[in-house]
Protein backbone atom coordinates (compact mmCIF):
# COMPACT_ATOMS: atom_id res chain seq x y z
CA UNK A 1 0.00 0.00 0.00
CA UNK A 2 3.10 2.87 0.94
CA UNK A 3 4.70 1.59 -2.19
CA UNK A 4 1.58 2.27 -4.08
CA UNK A 5 1.37 5.62 -2.45
CA UNK A 6 4.75 6.92 -3.18
CA UNK A 7 4.26 5.51 -6.62
CA UNK A 8 1.33 7.77 -7.53
CA UNK A 9 2.57 10.93 -5.38
CA UNK A 10 5.33 10.28 -8.15
CA UNK A 11 3.38 10.12 -10.93
CA UNK A 12 1.42 13.30 -10.04
CA UNK A 13 4.49 15.60 -8.97
CA UNK A 14 6.16 14.26 -12.87
CA UNK A 15 2.60 15.32 -14.48
CA UNK A 16 2.65 18.91 -12.24
CA UNK A 17 6.34 19.78 -13.85
CA UNK A 18 5.70 18.20 -17.26
CA UNK A 19 2.76 20.82 -17.64
CA UNK A 20 4.03 23.76 -16.03
CA UNK A 21 7.40 23.25 -18.15
CA UNK A 22 4.97 23.28 -21.34
CA UNK A 23 2.41 25.78 -20.01
CA UNK A 24 -0.24 23.82 -19.75
CA UNK A 25 -2.62 25.38 -16.85
CA UNK A 26 -3.11 23.17 -13.44
CA UNK A 27 -3.50 23.89 -10.43
CA UNK A 28 -0.47 23.66 -8.43
CA UNK A 29 -0.55 21.52 -4.68
CA UNK A 30 -1.47 24.62 -2.44
CA UNK A 31 -3.04 26.47 0.12
CA UNK A 32 -4.77 29.77 1.10
CA UNK A 33 -3.20 31.40 -1.78
CA UNK A 34 -5.20 34.40 -2.51
CA UNK A 35 -3.22 37.45 -3.45
CA UNK A 36 -3.33 39.63 -6.51
CA UNK A 37 -0.60 39.44 -9.11
CA UNK A 38 1.16 42.85 -9.33
CA UNK A 39 4.12 43.98 -10.77
CA UNK A 40 7.21 44.77 -8.63
CA UNK A 41 9.73 47.35 -8.15
CA UNK A 42 12.66 47.35 -10.89
CA UNK A 43 15.58 45.68 -10.36
CA UNK A 44 13.88 43.39 -7.63
CA UNK A 45 11.83 41.14 -9.12
CA UNK A 46 13.22 38.41 -11.68
CA UNK A 47 11.29 37.93 -15.39
CA UNK A 48 8.56 35.86 -15.11
CA UNK A 49 7.88 36.81 -11.73
CA UNK A 50 4.55 38.75 -10.03
CA UNK A 51 4.50 39.88 -6.80
CA UNK A 52 2.51 38.53 -3.97
CA UNK A 53 2.00 40.02 -0.34
CA UNK A 54 0.30 36.46 0.59
CA UNK A 55 2.75 33.85 1.46
CA UNK A 56 1.49 30.78 -0.65
CA UNK A 57 2.13 26.89 0.94
CA UNK A 58 2.92 24.62 -2.02
CA UNK A 59 4.28 20.71 -0.95
CA UNK A 60 4.30 17.55 -2.43
CA UNK A 61 3.02 15.69 0.80
CA UNK A 62 1.91 16.19 4.23
CA UNK A 63 3.24 19.01 6.37
CA UNK A 64 5.92 16.91 8.99
CA UNK A 65 5.34 17.78 12.92
CA UNK A 66 8.42 17.09 14.50
CA UNK A 67 8.22 17.64 18.22
CA UNK A 68 11.12 20.05 19.12
CA UNK A 69 12.42 17.42 22.41
CA UNK A 70 13.14 14.99 19.12
CA UNK A 71 14.48 17.49 16.79
CA UNK A 72 17.92 17.64 15.58
CA UNK A 73 20.23 19.45 12.94
CA UNK A 74 23.14 17.56 11.66
CA UNK A 75 26.37 18.00 8.87
CA UNK A 76 27.34 14.58 7.44
CA UNK A 77 30.91 14.04 6.45
CA UNK A 78 33.08 11.95 4.95
CA UNK A 79 34.05 11.39 8.19
CA UNK A 80 31.67 11.36 10.47
CA UNK A 81 28.74 13.80 11.59
CA UNK A 82 27.94 17.19 13.67
CA UNK A 83 24.78 17.48 15.46
CA UNK A 84 22.87 19.80 17.28
CA UNK A 85 19.57 19.50 19.11
CA UNK A 86 17.25 21.85 19.65
CA UNK A 87 18.19 24.23 22.45
CA UNK A 88 21.93 23.65 21.19
CA UNK A 89 20.96 25.12 17.87
CA UNK A 90 19.29 27.79 19.50
CA UNK A 91 21.88 28.40 21.88
CA UNK A 92 23.87 29.26 18.62
CA UNK A 93 24.36 32.99 17.42
CA UNK A 94 21.12 34.22 15.36
CA UNK A 95 20.25 36.34 12.60
CA UNK A 96 18.02 39.14 11.56
CA UNK A 97 17.74 38.60 7.67
CA UNK A 98 15.46 40.88 5.55
CA UNK A 99 15.09 39.31 1.99
CA UNK A 100 13.15 39.54 -1.25
CA UNK A 101 11.87 34.96 -1.61
CA UNK A 102 10.83 33.94 -5.71
CA UNK A 103 9.29 30.60 -5.99
CA UNK A 104 9.24 28.70 -9.08
CA UNK A 105 5.83 29.06 -9.47
CA UNK A 106 6.42 32.69 -9.90
CA UNK A 107 5.35 34.19 -7.08
CA UNK A 108 7.63 36.90 -5.23
CA UNK A 109 7.55 38.25 -1.74
CA UNK A 110 9.58 41.12 -1.23
CA UNK A 111 10.67 42.27 2.32
CA UNK A 112 10.24 38.66 4.41
CA UNK A 113 11.63 39.18 8.04
CA UNK A 114 13.63 36.02 9.15
CA UNK A 115 15.49 35.34 12.20
CA UNK A 116 18.06 32.21 11.63
CA UNK A 117 21.01 30.72 12.26
CA UNK A 118 23.92 31.45 9.28
CA UNK A 119 24.92 28.46 7.59
CA UNK A 120 28.43 29.61 7.69
CA UNK A 121 28.67 29.30 11.47
CA UNK A 122 27.41 25.37 11.37
CA UNK A 123 29.90 24.70 8.70
CA UNK A 124 32.63 26.48 10.68
CA UNK A 125 32.15 23.64 13.25
CA UNK A 126 33.32 20.80 10.68
CA UNK A 127 36.49 19.96 8.82
CA UNK A 128 35.82 19.58 5.11
CA UNK A 129 36.72 20.33 1.59
CA UNK A 130 33.46 19.34 -0.09
CA UNK A 131 31.57 22.06 -2.87
CA UNK A 132 28.14 20.44 -2.70
CA UNK A 133 25.81 20.06 -0.41
CA UNK A 134 22.47 17.89 -0.13
CA UNK A 135 20.09 19.16 2.21
CA UNK A 136 18.09 16.58 3.67
CA UNK A 137 14.61 17.06 5.66
CA UNK A 138 11.58 15.30 7.33
CA UNK A 139 8.96 13.90 4.90
CA UNK A 140 12.36 12.36 2.88
CA UNK A 141 12.78 15.64 1.12
CA UNK A 142 16.25 16.77 -0.47
CA UNK A 143 17.78 19.44 -2.50
CA UNK A 144 21.16 20.00 -4.04
CA UNK A 145 23.49 23.10 -3.55
CA UNK A 146 27.17 24.24 -4.20
CA UNK A 147 28.35 25.15 -1.14
CA UNK A 148 29.30 28.43 -2.10
CA UNK A 149 26.04 29.58 -2.11
CA UNK A 150 25.32 28.54 1.53
CA UNK A 151 28.43 30.64 2.84
CA UNK A 152 29.64 34.03 2.98
CA UNK A 153 26.54 35.26 4.80
CA UNK A 154 24.11 34.00 1.88
CA UNK A 155 22.14 31.37 3.87
CA UNK A 156 20.63 30.39 7.10
CA UNK A 157 18.52 27.66 8.79
CA UNK A 158 15.47 29.88 9.91
CA UNK A 159 13.50 29.30 12.52
CA UNK A 160 11.16 32.64 12.90
CA UNK A 161 9.19 34.23 10.30
CA UNK A 162 7.64 37.80 10.64
CA UNK A 163 8.49 37.99 14.17
CA UNK A 164 7.22 34.46 14.92
CA UNK A 165 7.86 31.28 15.08
CA UNK A 166 8.39 29.34 11.32
CA UNK A 167 4.80 27.82 11.11
CA UNK A 168 4.96 24.30 10.41
CA UNK A 169 2.92 24.85 6.84
CA UNK A 170 5.75 27.18 5.67
CA UNK A 171 8.85 24.35 7.18
CA UNK A 172 8.52 25.22 10.86
CA UNK A 173 10.59 24.45 13.22
CA UNK A 174 13.47 25.23 11.29
CA UNK A 175 13.69 25.44 7.15
CA UNK A 176 16.75 26.52 4.86
CA UNK A 177 16.61 29.93 3.77
CA UNK A 178 18.64 30.41 0.27
CA UNK A 179 16.77 33.34 -0.95
CA UNK A 180 19.13 34.06 -3.81
CA UNK A 181 18.19 31.21 -5.45
CA UNK A 182 14.39 29.74 -6.20
CA UNK A 183 12.48 28.36 -2.99
CA UNK A 184 12.75 25.22 -3.02
CA UNK A 185 16.45 25.15 -2.95
CA UNK A 186 14.97 26.52 0.61
CA UNK A 187 14.01 23.33 1.88
CA UNK A 188 11.28 23.07 4.67
CA UNK A 189 11.74 20.88 7.47
CA UNK A 190 15.35 20.36 7.28
CA UNK A 191 16.88 18.40 9.16
CA UNK A 192 20.48 18.24 8.18
CA UNK A 193 23.42 18.73 5.42
CA UNK A 194 25.18 15.85 3.77
CA UNK A 195 28.44 17.42 2.35
CA UNK A 196 29.56 15.80 -1.15
CA UNK A 197 32.46 15.99 -3.89
CA UNK A 198 29.87 15.43 -6.78
CA UNK A 199 26.38 17.57 -7.48
CA UNK A 200 23.22 15.05 -6.58
CA UNK A 201 19.98 15.90 -7.57
CA UNK A 202 17.33 16.25 -4.94
CA UNK A 203 13.74 15.36 -4.76
CA UNK A 204 12.39 18.02 -7.25
CA UNK A 205 15.86 17.94 -9.72
CA UNK A 206 14.87 14.42 -9.77
CA UNK A 207 11.47 15.29 -11.52
CA UNK A 208 12.99 17.86 -13.96
CA UNK A 209 13.71 21.22 -11.77
CA UNK A 210 16.80 22.38 -12.33
CA UNK A 211 20.09 21.65 -10.51
CA UNK A 212 21.12 25.30 -9.93
CA UNK A 213 17.67 27.48 -9.51
CA UNK A 214 18.50 31.39 -10.69
CA UNK A 215 15.46 33.12 -10.63
CA UNK A 216 17.60 35.92 -12.66
CA UNK A 217 18.41 33.18 -15.58
CA UNK A 218 14.89 31.81 -15.10
CA UNK A 219 16.34 28.69 -14.46
CA UNK A 220 12.90 26.75 -13.50
CA UNK A 221 13.54 23.39 -15.87
CA UNK A 222 16.62 21.14 -16.73
CA UNK A 223 17.58 22.57 -19.63
CA UNK A 224 16.80 26.59 -19.14
Not at 40 to 58: E, K, N
Amino acid sequence: MLRTAGLVTAVVVGLNVYLARYSVRMSPISRGFRGRRREGPAGRVPPGQYVTTDFPVLSAGPTPRTPLDKWTFSIATGGGSKSWTWAEFRALPAETVTADIHCVTRWSKLDTRWQGVSVDVLLDQVEHTAAYVLAFSDGGYTTNLPVADLTGGRAWVAFDFDGKPLAPEHGGPARLLVPHLYFWKSAKWVRGLRLRDTDEPGFWENYGYHMYGDPWREQRYAGD
